[in-house]
């Protein structure tokens, strides 16, 4: 057995399973025995699958013995984020409302990963039902930034972006209603995609804002990526929001060169607010695209200084509305104090949602009452309109548009959860695209003097993942270092 399997990318593994390189079941062994000897400092995993994990390894080795045919994903170690419903452990959303709650199903996306022959080892952490910048909402546990242990690894999906900077998972399976897969994968230092609006199916995932949710992989290539999203993308009867448009194979996408590609560099985007060494690394970023052939064109999204008030008007007012399920009769904790209808609503819903998650509902709340629908609601969702317009006008002058994912590298824990408003300003960059639905991803761009990874963020039209991973995957090829991994404790 080698131990370094976990070093190794998803790709490389399911092709050693495939060619009998290596068993699945030694392969999970490696991941198993990495997380034991990591995971205690970094706390991204919530959930351990180990004998689940090897049970599934061994049959998917009977298979091969046996001569039957291997998915594409066939033995490639996942993680799962905890708003992720399956039959097997726990559904909690990091939160203490669904701290005991048990989903008799597996969402779609869980489903495709398990049909196409992933190994799971478990569920990771998360901001509070997916409410967070930083993974420290949530009520299960810390999860630290790998490349260091005093910063936040980004969130919501923190501990999707944690297992796989640290090599504990090979892909884990994340959410994203504004930032919540790009900015940990940038934080982190992995690669992150938000696809289309409706490419992935949201059946089985807890709900937040239901206009603004994605789900996407993350990992640590952007090969990977294009791996993962032919397994997850595709129509489900069971959502009607997915998209019925065929589903190219991202792999074969890779290929093409970009020569003649326009990335366009939006104005708004490279501010004085953008920390110094950040906007270094994106101009390092940007010169070698243009060394590739591809041409960079001024651009201007005016509409961003509207993303975040629009942002968050129409999630929180989601928000309101779609955690009104969760009141202590069909789901979520009931107050064992309460004694009237009245009661239980209040008591378990205090008891059971923490500071930020009761914060947007509230605030939702407020946008949804009286003249505030008009005057918030019905404003906000006009604004969202104009900021759709503007992206399709500005992707009539390029095929990409390229910037940082964040404004700044990980940050301290605690400097920013007492102050919202600048916990909010972290996914300045990366609203946008879940407004206007198109694709995004992050793909790491290099190193701050500290150590810590600065995230490249490219968006593309609707529908075109398939250029944004190209440009993506010729960038990754040619930039000129690898990350690597996170020294170990």
């Given at each position: 057995m080698s131990a370094l399997w976990y070093q190794k990318t998803a790709k490389e593994i399911r092709d050693a399973v495939h060619t009998g390189e290596a068993t699945a079941l030694d392969i999970v062994n490696s991941f198993i025995a990495h997380r034991e000897a990591t995971d205690g400092t970094i706390g991204a995993f919530t959930q351990c699958w180990d004998d689940e994990a090897?049970?599934?390894?061994?049959?998917?080795?009977?298979?091969r013995q046996q001569g039957q045919p291997l998915g594409p994903l066939a033995g490639v170690p996942v993680s799962l984020k905890e708003s992720f419903c399956t039959r097997l452990g726990k559904t909690t959303g990091a939160s203490r409302?669904?701290?005991?709650?048990?989903?008799?199903?597996?969402?779609?996306?869980?489903?495709?990963?398990?049909?196409?022959?992933?190994?799971?080892?478990?569920?990771?952490?998360?901001?509070?039902?997916?409410?967070?910048?930083?993974?420290?909402?949530?009520?299960?546990?810390?999860?630290?930034?790998?490349?260091?242990?005093?910063?936040?690894?980004?969130?919501?999906?923190?501990g999707s972006a944690a297992s796989v900077a640290m090599g504990c998972s090979a892909l884990s399976l994340g959410s994203d209603t504004g930032?919540?897969?790009?900015?940990?994968?940038?934080?982190?230092?992995?690669?992150?995609?938000?696809?289309?609006?409706?490419?992935?199916?949201?059946?089985?995932?807890?709900?937040?804002?239901?206009?603004?949710?994605?789900?996407?992989?993350?990992?640590?290539?952007?090969?990977?990526?294009?791996?993962?999203?032919?397994?997850?993308c595709g129509e489900d009867p069971a959502d009607s929001t997915s998209s019925d448009k065929p589903v190219p194979d991202f792999l074969q996408g890779l290929s093409q060169d970009i020569k003649g590609l326009k990335i366009g560099v939006a104005e708004e985007y490279m501010t004085d607010e953008v920390d110094e060494e950040v906007r270094g690394k994106i101009t390092e970023a940007l010169d070698c695209l243009s060394s590739l052939g591809a041409e960079l064109v001024k651009i201007s999204l005016p509409g961003t200084a509207y993303d975040a008030a629009a942002?968050?008007?129409?999630?929180?007012?989601?928000?309101?509305?779609?955690?009104?399920?969760?009141?202590?009769?069909?789901?979520?904790?009931?107050?064992?104090?309460?004694r009237t209808v009245q009661d239980m609503y209040v008591m378990s819903k205090s008891a059971g949602f923490g500071p930020e998650v009761q914060r947007r509902i509230l605030l939702g709340t407020h946008f949804?009452?009286?003249?505030?629908?008009?005057?918030?609601?019905?404003?906000?969702?006009?604004?969202?309109?104009?900021?759709?317009?503007?992206?399709?006008?500005?992707?009539?002058?390029?095929?990409?548009?390229?910037?940082?994912?964040?404004?700044?590298?990980?940050?301290?824990?605690?400097?920013?959860s007492d102050n919202p408003v600048e916990m909010y300003r972290c996914d300045r960059f990366t609203l946008g695209a879940n407004l206007a639905t198109h694709p995004a991803l992050s793909v790491p761009c290099g190193m701050t003097e500290a150590g810590l990874p600065v995230g490249l963020q490219l968006q593309a039209r609707r529908y075109d993942e398939e250029t944004l991973l190209r440009v993506a995957f010729h960038y990754e090829q040619n930039r000129g270092f690898d990350l690597g991994f996170p020294p170990i404790s």
């Open positions: 090897r049970e599934t390894a061994r049959s998917i080795d009977e298979k409302i669904l701290e005991n709650f048990q989903c008799p199903y597996d969402g779609t996306a869980v489903t495709r990963l398990a049909q196409a022959d992933a190994v799971f080892l478990g569920k990771v952490n998360m901001d509070e039902l997916a409410m967070g910048s930083s993974t420290e909402s949530s009520v299960l546990q810390r999860t630290v930034n790998p490349w260091n242990h005093d910063r936040v690894p980004g969130g919501s999906s923190g930032s919540s897969i790009r900015q940990p994968a940038s934080f982190s230092g992995c690669v992150g995609v938000k696809p289309t609006y409706g490419r992935i199916s949201r059946f089985g995932i807890i709900g937040l804002a239901p206009s603004l949710d994605h789900a996407g992989p993350l990992t640590r290539t952007v090969e990977d990526a294009a791996l993962a999203l032919n397994v997850l942002y968050t008007v129409i999630s929180t007012a989601e928000i309101s509305a779609t955690l009104a399920r969760l009141d202590g009769v069909r789901y979520g904790m009931r107050d064992p104090e309460a949804l009452s009286g003249k505030n629908i008009q005057n918030c609601f019905v404003k906000a969702q006009q604004a969202r309109s104009l900021i759709i317009r503007e992206f399709e006008e500005v992707f009539t002058q390029c095929d990409v548009i390229a910037g940082p994912t964040t404004p700044s590298v990980a940050f301290p824990f605690g400097s920013k």
